[in-house]
């Protein structure tokens, strides 16, 4: 059977689409190749998001078309995802070597039309159709079975699409309207992955605090995503929850207080602001204002002191002026982020930002991009040093990605810990002292493994 290797870009969820993409392709069969050099079907997983990951992904495509064809013209291109979803067929037009295109709604028909391509019934396919019920078609996984390589968390898709329509964002082109899967479904899919090893399982969607808004709905005061939250609690042998990416419109006092009450819900969130502007944030269509955020930050921290908060901001969004700018900073200033991912304003097609008159000059967006990043990490890097002389609980999730030699896991609140432990670590809760710490990662006190 031929051999695959996905390359993904862009946010969690395409990691988990490739993932499943990958578990659905090995059970056909197929293998998974180590690196591009080796696979027969390379298929890129794309992100729209900004125009820079588009250009990354269409520049990889060009060269692989330049390299393989060359010396393996057989091997299957393909693009997936978002950027396969607003193109469409004008890749293939552009890209003559690409023989697949796969859009977002479309992952699980991935090995059929890789067939039809190998068995010679189509040359190229490309399909970008809506399709009723795929938000429930992405489950599969791939968990490696031995000891080594076993998973301790896991990803799972609970719902798909966006209706928010920020007007700066190019997500409710590329994912669709907001579709969720059932309470029960879930569940069921988090309840395999734990008896299968899992520990921790990060619910995924584009905007999870709108789950099940349609089809359940609100109960005993309880929104659709709490209801879900609680579900997924009651599984014995799971001992933690995230979830990313929610609204700070869905914060309500539902979900606030749930942070109280459910153990394994940990204590981090990543709550998106995009500015400390209001002017910004009305002309963004994001549904609240600053003062909206900062109390639901000041309640966050009322029931969980020690919670990790991170979020997005976006820099020269059209229209910014010195003082909303200003306003960003102080905001960063005032909620104290233990991190933040700054994003330069990009123009999406379609988005009602990208008409919008008064656009910011690219040297500016820079300008203003760096000042902010200069701020998040200088705070960031001052909160991880606080962490220094601490007792804190992590998940041992396996090697470190710097240092094979070493194992890391995660704090609660979601920061990374190195140290020196054994395989026998992995999947464990362990308690370790906070010895020193880098910009973004803390080092453990391996004196006090249990
Ligand atoms: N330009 C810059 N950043 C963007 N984001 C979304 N759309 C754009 C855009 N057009 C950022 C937002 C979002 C994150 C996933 O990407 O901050 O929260």
């Known amino acids: 059977m031929p051999s695959v290797f996905i390359k993904t870009y862009?946010?969690?969820?395409?990691?988990?689409?490739?993932?499943?993409?990958?578990?659905?392709?090995?059970?056909?069969?197929?293998?998974?190749?180590?690196?591009?050099?080796?696979?027969?079907?390379?298929?890129?997983?794309?992100?729209?998001?900004?125009?820079?990951?588009?250009?990354?992904?269409?520049?990889?495509?060009?060269?692989?078309?330049?390299?393989?064809?060359?010396?393996?013209?057989?091997?299957?291109?393909?693009?997936?995802?978002?950027?396969?979803?607003s193109r469409g067929q004008e890749l293939i037009d552009k890209l003559p070597d690409v023989d697949l295109v796969i859009g977002t709604q479309k992952f699980h028909r991935a090995a059929d039309y890789l067939e039809d391509i190998?068995?010679?019934?189509?040359?190229?396919?490309?399909?970008?159709?809506?399709?009723?019920?795929?938000?429930?078609?992405?489950?599969?996984?791939?968990?490696?079975?031995?000891?080594?390589?076993k998973s301790v968390t896991a990803f799972v898709s609970i719902m798909q699409g966006c209706n928010q329509h920020c007007t700066f964002c190019i997500v409710p082109y590329t994912r669709g309207s907001e579709r969720s899967r059932t309470i029960a479904d879930i569940a069921a899919e988090c309840r395999d992955l734990v008896s299968r090893g899992v520990k921790e399982v990060t619910l995924l969607g584009q905007i999870v605090t709108s789950y099940g808004k349609r089809e359940i709905g609100a109960r005993d005061g309880k929104s659709a995503f709490v209801q879900?939250?609680?579900?997924?609690?009651?599984?014995?042998?799971?001992?933690?929850?995230?979830f990313?990416?929610?609204?700070?419109?869905?914060?309500?006092?539902?979900?606030?207080?749930?942070?109280?009450?459910?153990?394994k819900l940990c204590e981090s969130a990543h709550i998106p602001v995009q500015s400390g502007s209001d002017r910004m944030l009305k002309s963004m269509h994001r549904g609240y204002?600053?003062?909206?955020?900062?109390?639901?930050?000041?309640?966050?921290?009322?029931?969980?002191?020690?919670?990790?908060?991170?979020?997005?901001?976006?820099?020269?969004?059209?229209?910014?002026?010195?003082?909303?700018?200003?306003?960003?900073?102080?905001?960063?200033?005032?909620?104290?982020?233990?991190n933040a991912f700054v994003f330069k304003y990009s123009k999406r097609k379609d988005t009602p930002a990208a008409a919008m008159p008064e656009q910011i000059s690219q040297a500016l967006i820079e300008e203003r991009h760096a000042k902010l990043l200069g701020l998040v990490n200088e705070i960031g890097a001052a909160k991880c040093q606080a962490f220094v002389g601490q007792c804190v609980q992590i998940l041992v999730e396996g090697p470190s990605r710097r240092n094979?030699?070493?194992?890391?896991?995660?704090?609660?609140?979601?920061?990374?810990?190195?140290?020196?432990?054994?395989?026998?670590?992995?999947?464990?809760?362990?308690?370790?002292?906070?010895?020193?710490?880098?910009?973004?990662?803390?080092?453990?006190?391996?004196a006090i493994l249990q």
């Open 404 to 446: 094979l030699a070493r194992l890391e896991g995660r704090t609660r609140c979601n920061k990374i810990v190195v140290f020196e432990g054994s395989d026998r670590h992995r999947g464990k809760l362990l308690d370790l002292k906070i010895e020193r710490a880098s910009l973004f990662t803390l080092y453990g006190d391996p």
């Open 118 to 149: 190998f068995a010679g019934r189509r040359s190229k396919v490309c399909d970008t159709d809506e399709e009723k019920g795929s938000e429930a078609t992405i489950r599969e996984h791939i968990l490696a079975g031995n000891a080594q390589t």
């Open 289 to 338: 204002t600053r003062e909206r955020f900062v109390t639901i930050v000041e309640k966050l921290r009322r029931v969980r002191p020690k919670i990790g908060l991170t979020t997005d901001i976006i820099a020269g969004f059209p229209g910014e002026t010195e003082d909303d700018f200003e306003q960003t900073l102080s905001l960063v200033r005032e909620v104290r982020f233990d």
């Open 244 to 263: 990313t990416s929610p609204h700070p419109k869905g914060y309500g006092d539902d979900l606030v207080e749930a942070y109280g009450r459910l153990p």
């Open 10 to 85: 862009g946010c969690q969820m395409n990691e988990r689409d490739s993932e499943a993409v990958a578990a659905q392709l090995v059970a056909k069969g197929y293998t998974l190749a180590a690196s591009e050099a080796t696979a027969d079907v390379i298929l890129l997983n794309t992100c729209s998001v900004r125009d820079a990951a588009e250009q990354k992904a269409y520049g990889k495509m060009q060269s692989l078309a330049a390299e393989v064809r060359r010396h393996r013209p057989n091997v299957v291109l393909g693009f997936m995802g978002c950027m396969a979803q």
């Open 228 to 242: 879900l939250v609680e579900a997924v609690h009651e599984i014995e042998g799971l001992e933690r929850i995230r």
